[in-house]
């Protein structure tokens, strides 16, 4: 079975500043997807960003982007010019390919703090 | 259009009692998923309908724990005499079958508060 692993609870950030939440993952698979999360107040999870295993470039969006580290199973998000809405959960997810059946497996979450 | 809605968006209850939380997905979507997230944790899977096949219920704690689909749209989660653990937040999502990596999208949650 999949296990994913977020080692910080807690992270905080200061306002324009850049952030990088750390996540770490098990698996036997060679192919497969990895996702972050964002969780606000209002608990509606929204996907901030996805990988896909077989490729190589990282991935990014707008100020987020991924260092996906394959060979150590990897997968950090960065946040750039950080925002006081990026505050949030963030959460870690992995997912086998293929059927759509494919259950998301979430590390234990960074709660991340922007201070003005 | 419309995204993934969830009722009620809070439920407390007493120990002992049932609870049927609903689910309405993005129509169109053929999959439909259940997650439970307890306090501080991550989410944890519990089960997955997808048109009709059978549900994957390997994710479901115990056997007071069903969920059912209807008409391959909505869905109610069912927690026959509620403990105290099962107090936490219940996350539906839905997916659409065949799309570019199947992304999952998820509703608001209910909140189960189990006194």
């Known amino acids: 079975a999949q296990t994913v692993t977020q080692s910080q609870p807690e992270m905080s950030v200061q306002e324009a500043e850049t952030v990088t939440l750390s996540c770490t993952y098990d698996t036997s698979e060679s192919d497969y997807y990895l996702f972050w999360y964002k969780q606000p107040p209002s608990r509606q999870m929204i996907l901030v960003i996805r990988q896909e295993a077989y490729k190589q470039q990282n991935a990014t969006e707008n100020r987020f982007s991924v260092n996906f580290q394959k060979a150590a199973k990897s997968f950090s998000l960065k946040i750039s010019d950080s925002q006081l809405g990026d505050a949030a959960m963030y959460f870690c997810a992995y997912r086998s390919p293929g059927l759509i059946g494919s259950r998301l497996t979430f590390g234990e979450g960074t709660q991340l703090t922007v201070n003005p | 259009g419309a995204g993934v809605s969830q009722s009620p968006s809070n439920k407390v209850t007493e120990k002992g009692k049932d609870v049927e939380l609903r689910c309405d997905p993005i129509?169109?979507?053929?999959?439909l998923y259940w997650y439970r997230q307890s306090l501080g944790q991550g989410l944890e899977f519990l089960i997955y309908?997808?048109?009709?096949?059978?549900?994957?219920k390997s994710g479901l704690p115990s056997d007071r724990f069903s969920a059912e689909r209807t008409g391959g749209s909505v869905s109610t989660l069912t927690i026959q005499r509620t403990q105290q653990e099962d107090s936490a937040v219940y996350l539906c999502a839905s997916s659409f079958y065949g799309g570019e990596d199947n992304e999952q999208f998820f509703g608001p949650g209910t909140r189960l508060t189990v006194l």
């Open positions: 129509s169109g979507h053929t999959a």
């Open positions: 309908f997808q048109g009709n096949s059978a549900p994957d």
